[in-house]
């Protein structure tokens, strides 16, 4: 039996998990046992607990309870508790997600006392290191054992940065293992997308109807928190949402709702409130939010996982950053990168408003066995599915 800790602390995080929760499960309870430690970096119940609940994820065994505070301070407090936890449970590997304070924080616990990490959603570069996700990745990858990628272009990333693809287990910090398994959200979006349509009401609580309305999400600490890019990003809403008679929802982060009035201003922080089409919402649960991503016309978001999924969903996405770590999607046209840049905006806007009927979504994200890829490696098992192989076409096939 082996034993893994897995690490919790931010919504996608907790949405990650439950991809590898349910394999374990349902094929590998009797070879893996799997310790949660949630950290509390998100703590509202609509940012943690709504996805332990409604994903069939394990309650996790340790809360940490960290709360928000300023980097630093927050992670700091997240090694410390993790410390203790993983000295008590001595887990054969510490298994981490993404990019976020949790996932640099169990980097750095587990590394000291030489605990092997698991790195899920390796590779991935925004080549930005202003952006705190992007120090966060690339200190946990270079710290992991065994490096799981979900698409060619991370997995090409980590043999750049000196990662052998030839290394063979035993696999240890000096000689990691690197893996292009797939995405274990893909492998969620389609576990989840039937459940969504016959569990999730939001469509008739809101009046919308499928194909009418455009979603939206910013949360980006770089959108937020300097007012001359949230006021582009809502002057560029405002204008499709009049001028277009859009319906647009918004599932606003926390963070986003504490800062909109005061870094909109007040002019545009009334207009907004007098634009009776855009819709602003706290944040959406996961099926509430899969519904909203198979029912719009168009995605709208700085979020790595909203990018993923509208292209898993078929919908063009419009991105609000400068860069994406999702590269595959923007070559496939099927999204484009607008920065936080009204004119730019407005632009991807028209553009997808004449070509939408055109647009491909070849599979780009695996076979929606990532996880069970991802176990078996753990167990040092070849793998029987080969995470980014052949059929991906039964998902698509349902839309
Ligand atoms: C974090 C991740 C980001 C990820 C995002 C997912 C880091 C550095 N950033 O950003 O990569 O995309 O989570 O959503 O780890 N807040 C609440 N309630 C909560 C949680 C947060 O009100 O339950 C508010 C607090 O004011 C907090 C702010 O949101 O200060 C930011 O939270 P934090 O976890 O620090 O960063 P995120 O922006 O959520
Ligand atoms: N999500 C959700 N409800 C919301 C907004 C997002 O369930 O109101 C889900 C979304 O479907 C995706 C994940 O949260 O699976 C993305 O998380 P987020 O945008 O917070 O972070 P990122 O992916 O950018 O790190």
């Given at each position: 039996m082996k034993k893994i800790v897995t690490i919790i602390g931010a919504r996608p995080q907790i949405i990650k998990a439950a991809a590898l929760s349910r394999a374990i499960a349902n094929q590998y309870s009797d070879q893996i046992t799997e310790v949660i430690v949630h950290t509390g970096q998100h703590y509202d119940t609509n940012m943690s607990k709504v996805f332990i609940d409604e994903l069939g994820i394990p309650n996790p065994n340790y809360n940490l309870n960290v709360g928000s505070a300023s980097h630093g301070m927050q992670t700091a407090r997240m090694i410390e508790g993790l410390e203790t936890i993983l000295l008590d449970e001595k887990p054969d590997f510490l298994v981490l997600y993404g990019d976020t304070n949790s996932t640099l924080a169990g980097a750095i616990a587990a590394s000291k006392i030489h605990i092997p990490i698991v790195h899920i959603e390796a590779g991935l570069r925004s080549f930005n290191k202003k952006m705190p996700e992007e120090i966060n990745r690339i200190l946990c990858d270079h710290a992991s054992t065994l490096l799981f990628s979900p698409t060619a272009t991370g997995y090409n990333n980590l043999i750049r940065e000196?990662?052998?693809?030839d290394s063979q287990a035993p696999f240890h910090p000096d000689h990691p293992g690197i893996f292009h398994c797939g995405d274990i959200m893909y492998d969620n979006s389609l576990f989840f997308k039937e459940l969504a349509k016959s569990k999730s009401d939001i469509l008739e609580k809101y009046g919308l109807a499928d194909g009418q309305f455009i979603l939206g999400t910013i949360h980006r600490n770089n959108n937020t928190d300097l007012p001359e890019r949230l006021q582009a990003i809502f002057a560029a809403l405002i204008e499709i949402a009049e001028t277009y008679q859009e319906n647009i929802v918004l599932p606003l982060h926390p963070r986003t709702s504490q800062l909109l009035e005061q870094n909109l201003g007040s002019d545009l922080y009334q207009k907004l409130q007098s634009t009776p089409t855009i819709k602003i919402l706290p944040p959406v649960s996961f099926l509430d939010m899969i519904q909203l991503e198979s029912n719009c016309k168009l995605v709208i978001t700085d979020s790595g996982g909203v990018q993923k999924e509208a292209y898993f969903f078929q919908k063009p996405g419009i991105i609000l950053r400068s860069e994406t770590e999702w590269v595959e999607i923007v070559q496939e046209q099927a999204a484009i990168v607008t920065d936080a840049d009204k004119e730019k905006i407005l632009s991807a806007y028209y553009h997808f408003r004449s070509t939408e009927i055109g647009l491909k979504f070849p599979p780009l994200f695996g076979d929606g066995k990532a996880a069970e890829f991802i176990c078996e490696t753990i167990l040092g098992i070849e793998p029987r599915t080969h995470g980014t192989g052949a059929d991906c076409h039964d998902f698509y096939d349902w839309l």
């Open positions: 000196g990662f052998n693809s």
